[in-house]
Every structure is written in structure tokens, then in C-alpha cells.
Nanobody, 122 residues
Framework: QVQLVESGGGLVQAGDSLRLSCAAS????????MAWFRQAPGKEREFVAA???????NYADSVKGRFTISRDSAKNTVYLQMNSLKPEDTAVYYC????????????????WGQGTQVTVSS
């Protein structure tokens, strides 16, 4: 069993930056692939970024070049650095985990956090 707790969301202006954190706990969590998804009001939950247990990463086209996913295995924490934020980035951001390989598909993830709200004003 894996538990995930997100933090770091908030209200910012367009062009600002935020860093989200996802603290993971559970057995062998350092071997899991981790990802961030987001869900805006009235929309489906969509893939944002993912990182493998070895550190390889994938990004949605909409965030490529602006967002960076990273992980600190010693702290069992995954980060999402978000720069040049846009109003369309407004959503609840969810951390997710799966084993063993990374995926960009929502249905492949077994474990989810409770989400953290990010609001970007224009």
C-alpha cells in the first residue's frame, strides 16, 4: 500500500512559478513510477508529467518546456516545478504512483493523492 500527500498549491498570477510536492510512504515506494495529473472543472483528468524510478521523464505537450518533474528518492518525494504559469493551468493537481514502469495513462495508476488546487489568475 502506498500513501501520497500533495502540497504546494495556491493562487498565483500568470507568469509566476509554483513547486508542488508529493510525499510518498509505503513499502518499496522508491521503486515506483510517479506522475502528476490535473483536472480542471468540467474536464477529464489529464496527464501532466511522469518520472520513472530511474529518473526518466515524460511531459504533456501543453507543459513541455515550462514544467519539470523530479524525485528525491532519499525523501520519497516527487516535485513538479511549474514556471511561466498560464490561466489554463488552473486545476486540481494529483500525484499518482504505479509499479513498475512509467505510464502516461490515467487508468494505469493504482495510487492517488487527494489533490492540491492551483489557480492562475490573468
Amino acid at each position: 500500500q502506498v500513501q501520497l500527500v500533495e502540497s504546494g498549491g495556491g493562487l498565483v498570477q500568470a507568469g509566476d512559478s509554483l513547486r508542488l510536492s508529493c510525499a510518498a510512504s509505503g513499502r518499496f515506494v522508491s521503486t515506483y513510477a510517479m506522475a502528476w495529473f490535473r483536472q480542471a472543472p468540467g474536464k477529464e483528468r489529464e496527464f501532466v508529467a511522469a518520472i520513472s524510478r530511474s529518473g526518466g521523464s515524460n511531459y504533456a505537450d501543453s507543459v513541455k518546456g515550462r514544467f519539470t518533474i523530479s524525485r528525491d528518492s532519499a525523501k520519497n518525494t516527487v516535485y513538479l516545478q511549474m514556471n511561466s504559469l498560464k490561466p489554463e493551468d488552473t486545476a486540481v493537481y494529483y500525484c499518482a504512483a504505479r509499479s513498475p514502469v512509467v505510464s502516461i495513462t490515467r487508468e494505469d495508476y493504482n495510487y492517488w493523492g487527494q489533490g492540491t488546487q492551483v489557480t492562475v489568475s490573468s
